[in-house]
């Protein structure tokens, strides 16, 4: 049974730092790309990060880049974000995805397979 868990989310102020971390089980991670979306409330939920399966293949949305970095460790089987100079714009509740590589642009939610049961991320101005 896959399993993915997000925890790190909380209350910050504007321009605070949070990390979210997302631990995977019941799947060969290394063969996973791991994302990271979000979705704000009352809106859709939007593509984030995203790492694929080679060093440095790391995909960014407009809005964080620059201020967001996502890593993952594959012996620990977790996957990172790394949130800078947050803004209230980027309060949402986040998601770590999982999904086997594709040719599907790697921004798109349906072609990840597995989802967390994401954490809220809050932040005040």
């Known amino acids: 049974q896959v399993q993915l868990v997000e925890s790190g989310g909380g209350l910050v102020q504007a321009g605070g730092s949070l990390r979210l971390s997302c631990a995977a089980s019941g799947l060969p991670f290394n063969s996973y790309t791991m994302g990271w979306f979000r979705q704000p409330p009352g809106k859709e939920r939007d593509f984030v990060a995203a ?20 890593s993952r460790d594959n012996a620990k089987n977790t996957v990172y974000l790394q949130m800078n100079g947050l803004k209230p714009e980027d309060t949402a509740v986040y998601y770590c995805a999982a999904r086997r590589p594709s040719s599907t642009s790697i921004s798109s939610s349906g072609s990840y397979a597995y989802w967390g049961q994401g954490t809220q991320v809050t932040v005040s101005s």
């Open 51 to 70: 790492f694929g399966l080679s060093l440095g293949s790391t995909y960014y949305a407009g809005s964080v880049k620059g201020r967001f970095t996502i």
